[in-house]
């Protein structure tokens, strides 16, 4: 759909935006030579001690589920338009009576304080510098009335068990904190087989070994510029598990914190929407029966998500469903995460019918080689690529994308994906 004439955005400046790509020249020399966001995953991974660099890589089992969220994207082409006269393009997106800057946002991410200092606070200012949502995790290490605070825009993801009298307490807790979306996780009825992590020596709760102090060592920027100044504020706790703070990250007690979210159902979702008076968004859906089912039980939106392939190996990607999720909710706001990447990740994820996307692992790497301003880098540049991307297009605003502007590339023959030359 066109812009209305009596809502048309400004004229772009193409003298520094369309005509030129972005390489940089404008950021400080740390970050000159990244040009993509698969760039700050090579210097995150120089930076971080092995453990904790797997920890935040990592998937479950074969990997295949990470695997096929990138695979997905590749499947998809764009068929362009032309001659559209792009020259008034807009990124913003109206979401939950919020006019934000993009389509995209930072996905929950768990312990991130851990990967530059003071993590989460590093990316919830950096998403409310540019107008993009943060949703805080809640395996974070970092208050969530703190981050209210500096990022009053933010939203929240909790992990709940089917205890309603906890639900009940951290949902006042929430609310008094001035949150107005909550995000529901749903896909964690018992902790994925990250083997992953055992090879890299990493667990949770924390236990401290020879080697883990010797992955420190190793890794001497890391240790006094996150490591030591996290401990000089006290040993890092999980502060958003419930109403009352959680337990401290190398506590046995994190078993017990994490545990009993097999009860959860979809009884607890109806009586989180009887006390809860903000948006209310579902987390890990997959089934487009389970997204009718949120829709009914009053979900203000839905996240499609393979929790990043860190849960059920052989899950599906998230744009493999987003069609048929798209069609069983209506109108019900449809977000994504998982294998985004690049601008044009993006837009095929528009395309298909997203409302808004969600990326993880390349801001928590971005936090991790140059805090705020590595998020900041990443985010001008992901802004960029999508900018353009719509004008060679053909677009001006991302609502105009649609099904039209794909070609599906690879179709399954003969008990395998190949490529084709016409298929939709």
């Known amino acids: 759909m066109k812009a209305s004439a009596h809502h048309t955005p400004p004229l772009q400046n193409t003298s520094s935006s369309a005509w030129t790509a972005f390489n940089g020249a404008n950021t400080k020399s740390k970050l000159a030579n990244i040009l993509s966001l698969e760039d700050f995953e090579t210097k995150a991974r120089a930076y971080l001690p092995k453990a904790l660099y797997g920890y935040i890589a990592g998937s479950v089992e074969t990997r295949q589920s990470w695997k096929d969220n990138f695979n997905a994207f590749e499947e998809w082409g764009f068929v362009p338009r032309v001659l559209q006269n792009v020259a008034r393009r807009s990124q913003s997106t109206t979401l939950f009576n919020h006019e ?4 995209f946002g930072i996905a929950p991410m768990g312990i991130a304080a851990l990967s530059t200092y003071d993590g989460d ?8 510098q540019a107008n993009i949502p943060f949703i805080l995790s809640g395996s974070s290490l970092t208050r969530l009335e703190s981050i209210m605070e500096v990022a009053p825009n933010s939203w929240f993801q909790a992990y709940l068990p089917g205890e309603q009298q906890r639900i009940n307490g951290l949902i006042a807790r929430v609310k008094a904190a001035g949150v107005k979306t909550l995000v529901i996780t749903v896909d964690i009825p018992v902790a994925g087989n990250r083997e992953n ?11 401290p070994s020879n080697r883990l102090i010797w992955d420190g060592l190793t890794h001497p920027r890391w240790l006094l510029g996150t490591f030591l100044r996290t401990l000089m504020d006290g040993v890092p706790h999980f502060e958003n598990s419930f109403a009352e703070r959680g337990a401290p990250i190398i506590s046995r007690n994190v078993e017990r914190d994490f545990s009993n979210r097999e009860h959860l159902d979809w009884g607890h979702i109806e009586k989180i929407r009887e006390q ?7 987390k890990g859906i997959l089934n487009a029966q389970d997204a009718a089912l949120a829709k009914a039980k009053g979900a203000d939106g839905i996240i499609i998500s393979n929790h990043g392939g860190r849960q059920l190996d052989g899950a599906v990607s998230p744009l493999r469903v987003l069609p048929d999720v798209v069609q069983a909710t209506g109108k019900l706001p449809v977000m994504l995460d998982g294998g985004i990447r690049r601008g044009s990740d993006v837009l095929k994820a528009l395309a298909l019918g997203a409302k808004f996307v969600f990326l993880g692992r390349p801001f928590n790497f971005a936090a991790a080689t140059a805090s705020q301003d590595g998020v900041n880098h990443a985010i001008a540049l992901l802004k960029a690529e999508i900018d353009r991307n719509m004008a060679m297009l053909g677009v001006n605003q991302p609502e105009e994308l649609g099904e039209a502007f794909l070609m ?6 003969r008990g395998r994906y190949q490529r084709i030359g016409y298929c939709r």
């Not at 934000?100 to 389509?103: D, G, I, N, T």
């Not at 055992?198 to 924390?206: C, E, H």
């Not at 809860?276 to 579902?282: A, E, K, R």
């Open 408 to 413: 599906r590339l690879y179709c399954e023959c």
């Open 276 to 282: 809860w008076p903000g948006h209310l968004i579902i």
């Open 100 to 103: 934000w800057s993009c389509p």
């Open 197 to 207: 992590n055992i090879r890299a020596g990493f667990s949770t709760p924390l236990r």
């Open 121 to 128: 606070q590093v990316m919830a200012r950096a998403a409310a």
